[in-house]
């Protein structure tokens, strides 16, 4: 039963924005949304993370909707290396509250 | 920052062989790690989570005496692939929850590439 909704894939140029969009109509109060990477044959790397503000860091910015049904990943700056597989995921907080992957969204930047 | 160290990064073993593979904290005391099975194109699949000192909680369809996991320090959880067959090939992804970080402080060791030939 996936909680998360993303595009299969997206392109974007080097140097452009990279903008990934992640649907999550059925999510609760107290769940946050998280957003990790995994480059190809490498472990995942955590991205960023929100409850309902708007969220920036030294690696991308989290826009989550007012009714947070759906967020939106924004790596300013896209470079060749952020290419990878993102993952959206929502979550409540707690001290082992596990991690569940979808599919993700394959993100390639091409030169 | 927190560093999970994963080995062997790759392994090749015979059909019918068991593989350990280890998953080190390197500065941080881990008293939770998870162990993630990923297939060629496909997402994470949590496998089990390794409680240090008590026995492995697995992922329902997961066989526990096939996939050994033992945490018995703070630093160290080991996942034992047993009598290994060539559909146990597979990228296996430990995790660690980074005390004092928050909700978000998992880490992840880099995978460890399993071929069962």
């Known amino acids: 039963d996936a909680k998360t909704t993303q595009p299969t894939s997206m392109d974007c140029a080097e140097g452009r924005a990279a903008n990934l969009p992640c649907n999550h109509s059925t999510i609760s109060g107290n769940e946050y949304v998280y957003w990790y990477r995994q480059i190809h044959s490498q472990g995942p790397q955590y991205i960023i993370h929100?409850?309902?503000n708007n969220e920036t860091n030294e690696m991308a910015s989290l826009i989550i909707t007012e009714d947070r049904k759906s967020s939106t990943l924004i790596l300013p700056h896209a470079t060749l290396r952020d290419t990878a597989v993102y993952y959206c995921i929502v979550r409540v907080t707690g001290a082992n509250s596990k991690l569940t992957f979808g599919k993700g969204i394959t993100l390639s930047v091409r030169p | 920052g927190a560093v999970v160290s994963q080995h062997p990064s790759r392994v090749i073993c015979k059909s019918g062989t068991s593989v350990k593979i280890e998953c080190r904290s390197l500065?941080?005391?881990?008293?939770?790690m998870f162990w993630y099975r990923q297939f060629p194109k496909q997402s994470l699949m949590l496998m089990a989570t390794?409680?240090?000192?008590?026995?492995?909680?697995?992922e329902q369809g997961v066989e526990k005496d096939k996939f050994l996991i033992n945490h018995a320090s703070l630093t160290l959880s080991t996942l034992t692939v047993t009598s290994a067959h060539p559909e146990d090939s597979s990228f296996y992804i430990c995790?660690?929850?980074?005390?004092?970080?928050?909700?978000?402080?998992?880490?992840f060791g880099s995978g460890t590439r399993l071929t069962v030939v």
């Open positions: 500065d941080f005391q881990a008293t939770t």
């Open positions: 995790s660690a929850r980074v005390p004092g970080q928050g909700a978000h402080g998992y880490t």
């Open positions: 929100g409850l309902k």
């Open positions: 390794s409680n240090e000192g008590s026995k492995a909680t697995y």
